[in-house]
């Protein structure tokens, strides 16, 4: 009985020390609903002056979104507003990535010369390029994960519909703008389908990612697609109880060792998903299932992980008991969940997170939530240690 008394209360500390962290939370930025932007839809990049770089997926001058850029000091500027089909994109989807020389790379969901999304580039001076329109064909349509780039320029992403067999593609862009179909995905016992998460590549060129639906069970999966477009299905989600379901929406994120970490927006032992880790010879563990309220419901995004391994993520519901708005959470290898901010929204604070969070060399985190802030239209926050 001692025994058990002294762990309670050493729990109770540990939980009473990590819930001070959430002190330290803050909005940088609360959207309008104008021009500069609404609805942020993903997550951020920096740069090493600590400017964040992100989209928004409305508002913006015709209200198709935007890409915005945000200071330290939480003044945003607009590098460019969509215009619509037929010339610009429209409804910017899928965290950017931004090369050397400062240029931002990035998807749309619609809009583009045939209507069915696009790839773009942003200068570092704001002006922006139309790299690639979808047809809405064997090409791909509506593009809405992050892409990956490599050292010759080329571009890696997926689009949810289109392609061989109407859900999705995975498709390269040359720096030309020539595009290739490396996978169709095809749905089944066999294949994944729906793509609607980021890639990530390794240093073999190999290319990971999830699907929305497809697999043994029609729950999703996780794949790995080689440089010749060879596919690997690497696991079949079978939904609840044992496993989750829905995967996507972010990143994966792949350790040294080559596990990989993400949230299964479902599915679960309480069905309000769960956190898994697929190790290297493909066998998949939860590392935590969400059982709400207070524990979070619905992981949607990526993780991000610090020196120690722990792991770093939000839900899109739960957290607040009055609100349900959200949670951001740390976890560590253990399985062990702590809370660390619960979104409230209205003008103080953010609701609904969205987006893979980043971290900086200082352990602060940041991310972006659709709404909340001061009109209800998201906001930019930051975690500090």
Request: aromatic share 8%; net charge negative.
């Amino acid at each position: 009985m001692a025994g058990t008394a002294l762990a309670v209360v050493v729990t109770l500390l540990t939980l009473l020390a990590r819930s001070a962290v959430a002190q330290k939370y803050g909005v940088l930025y609360s959207f309008k609903c104008g021009t500069d932007g609404a609805a942020p839809a993903d997550g951020l990049v920096s740069d090493s002056l600590g400017n964040l770089y992100g989209t928004a997926s409305l508002g913006g001058a015709t209200g198709n979104g935007n890409v915005f850029e945000l200071r330290p000091d939480g003044r945003e500027t607009v590098l460019h507003s969509f215009a619509g089909s037929p010339t610009d994109g429209a409804a910017p989807d899928g965290n950017l990535i931004r090369d050397a020389a400062g240029n931002l790379y990035g998807v749309t969901q619609n809009g583009g010369a045939y209507r069915e999304g696009s790839v773009f580039e942003v200068a570092l001076g704001g002006e922006e390029t139309m790299l690639y329109s979808f047809t809405g064909g064997l090409d791909g349509a509506a593009s809405i994960g992050g892409m990956v780039r490599d050292l010759a320029g080329n571009l890696y992403g997926v689009t949810y519909a289109g392609g061989t067999n109407q859900q999705g593609v995975l498709f390269k862009l040359s720096p030309s703008g020539l595009e290739t179909v490396l996978h169709n995905f095809a749905g089944g016992s066999s294949d994944g389908a729906y793509p609607d998460g980021g890639l990530i590549r390794d240093a073999a060129g190999d290319l990971y990612g999830t699907t929305s639906r497809g697999g043994s069970g029609n729950f999703g999966t996780v794949f790995l697609i080689t440089p010749a477009g060879s596919e690997i299905l690497l696991h079949s989600f079978a939904g609840s109880p044992g496993d989750g379901s829905l995967p996507g929406g972010g990143h994966l994120l792949r350790d040294a060792k080559g596990n990989l970490y993400s949230g299964a927006y479902d599915g679960g032992t309480f069905g309000e998903g769960m956190v898994f880790k697929l190790n290297s010879a493909g066998k998949e563990a939860a590392l935590y299932n969400f059982a709400g309220p207070e524990q979070g419901a619905f992981p949607n995004e990526g993780l991000v992980e610090d020196r120690t391994g722990d792991l770093y993520g939000t839900t899109d519901q739960g957290g607040d008991l009055q609100c349900g708005c959200g949670l951001l959470f740390e976890l560590t290898q253990s399985g062990e969940e702590f809370a660390l901010h619960r979104f409230t929204g209205g003008p103080a604070d953010g609701a609904n997170p969205n987006g893979d969070l980043i971290r900086d060399s200082g352990g602060n985190l940041y991310g972006t939530t659709s709404s909340g802030g001061d009109l209800d239209c998201g906001t930019v926050f930051k975690l500090a240690p």
